[in-house]
């Protein structure tokens, strides 16, 4: 593949390698990628992933919603610290290659989650998950 971006992708794949967003459910994180920043709209989003054109979409800051996954607490056990620091090392890994990051989500009560940004080649990357909001 010759993509400008592809080193960026391999380090959002790695940093998000068995990374797990806990809501009342556990779902993966995965790595997401459009070419060109300029086809990109909350319109295309849904589109690409098969949504209804009337699916609710809400918008969230990066910092914010980031914040409870990236906080060590001291009753965390070496797993929820390890956890922690995972999250801490994607969410810099984002901030230093990726400007504009905003927070979609799609969806009221089983949500998905897409935190993109744009890259220095004017792509659009991130991570999308799921999230269970009942």
């Given amino acids: 593949m010759n993509n400008p971006d592809q ?3 391999e380090q959002l794949e790695l940093a998000t390698k068995d990374l797990l ?12 990628y459009w070419q060109d920043e300029n086809n990109f709209t ?9 949504y209804s054109p009337d699916t609710k979409i809400t918008t ?4 914010a919603f980031f914040t409870a996954a990236t906080k060590q607490e001291t009753w965390h056990n070496e ?6 620091k995972k999250y801490q090392a994607l969410v810099n890994l984002m901030t ?5 990051i ?20 004017k792509a659009i990357a991130g991570v999308t998950t799921q ?3 009942t």
């Fill in 21 to 32: 967003w806990l809501s009342e459910t556990e779902y993966p994180m995965q790595v997401v």
């Fill in 60 to 63: 969230k800051e990066f910092a």
């Fill in 96 to 100: 230093e290659n990726l400007t504009n």
């Fill in 79 to 84: 797993a929820e610290q390890a956890q922690v």
């Fill in 102 to 121: 905003k927070v979609y989500l799609l969806g009221e009560i089983e949500i998905v989650a897409y935190i993109l940004g744009t890259t220095q080649h």
């Fill in 7 to 9: 080193k960026l992708i």
């Fill in 42 to 50: 909350q319109e295309t989003l849904l589109q690409q992933h098969n």
């Fill in 131 to 133: 999230i269970v909001a």
